[in-house]
């Protein structure tokens, strides 16, 4: 079956920072690819998604590129703020699988100003 | 403006208890969705209904009943609670189940068994 694999958390960066969440995944079809992110408290928002082989996904100064070769979707910031301290998902949906969403465990990001 | 409503936001209750979550969405969305959020932040689909018919049904225990009173809601039942059942629940929606479509999340219903 479908499955997301994250780096584990939690990540913690000074602000400005460089940072990377790494995410793989494994599929028998051709999935969309989307990172959701979790503030305190709150439900989850889309912050990108990518629905096909090398498509890039960008918003809010964050990019992830769907790399079909090496089965990844690595969410990158040039330089975080304290503001991104939040949960980050990575995951999966294919249209064969009902377009249920299949997630990574989550990684948390702590961001130190 | 909510574009996917939950009520209630917490729910505390005994176990053996039966209780409903309710979920509305006024994005005109044919498709929607339950998830279970565990306590180490694990999310998984539990129901996906489309215009009203049942599509995903992840082998969650009967306990737990969805209910689509039409394409605009998706009701949650659950019958005689139990502690493991203690999560955060998340409705959402999308436009469509044929492809694979944004899932627009609701803000959660944080449910405590005691």
């Known amino acids: 079956g479908n499955s997301v694999t994250q780096m584990e958390g939690p990540v913690t960066l000074s602000e400005e920072a460089f940072l990377t969440i790494n995410c793989t995944y494994t599929a028998t079809g051709y999935p969309s690819l989307f990172w959701y992110v979790q503030y305190p408290g709150e439900g989850l928002q889309l912050l990108l998604k990518a629905t096909k082989a090398d498509d890039k996904g960008s918003n809010k100064g964050f990019e992830a590129t769907y790399r079909k070769e090496t089965t990844s979707f690595h969410l990158e910031k040039g330089s975080v703020q304290v503001s991104d301290s939040a949960v980050y998902f990575c995951a999966l949906s294919d249209h064969r699988g009902g377009n249920k969403l299949v997630f990574g465990a989550g990684t948390i990001l702590r961001v130190k100003s | 403006d909510t574009a996917v409503s939950q009520t209630p936001k917490y729910l505390v209750t005994q176990m053996g208890n039966d209780k409903s979550i309710k979920c509305e969405q006024n994005?005109?969305?044919?498709?929607m969705y339950w998830y279970k959020q565990d306590s180490k932040k694990f999310l998984k689909i539990m129901f996906s209904?489309?215009?009203?018919?049942?599509?995903i049904n992840e082998t969650v225990p009967n306990r737990f009943s969805p209910k689509s009173p039409d394409k605009a809601h998706l009701n949650l039942h659950i019958n005689s609670l139990e502690l493991g059942d203690s999560a955060v629940y998340f409705c959402a929606s999308s436009q469509a189940q044929g492809a694979p479509d944004t899932q627009y999340f609701g803000p959660g219903t944080r449910l405590t068994v005691l």
């Open positions: 994005l005109g969305h044919d498709t």
């Open positions: 209904y489309n215009n009203k018919e049942l599509i």
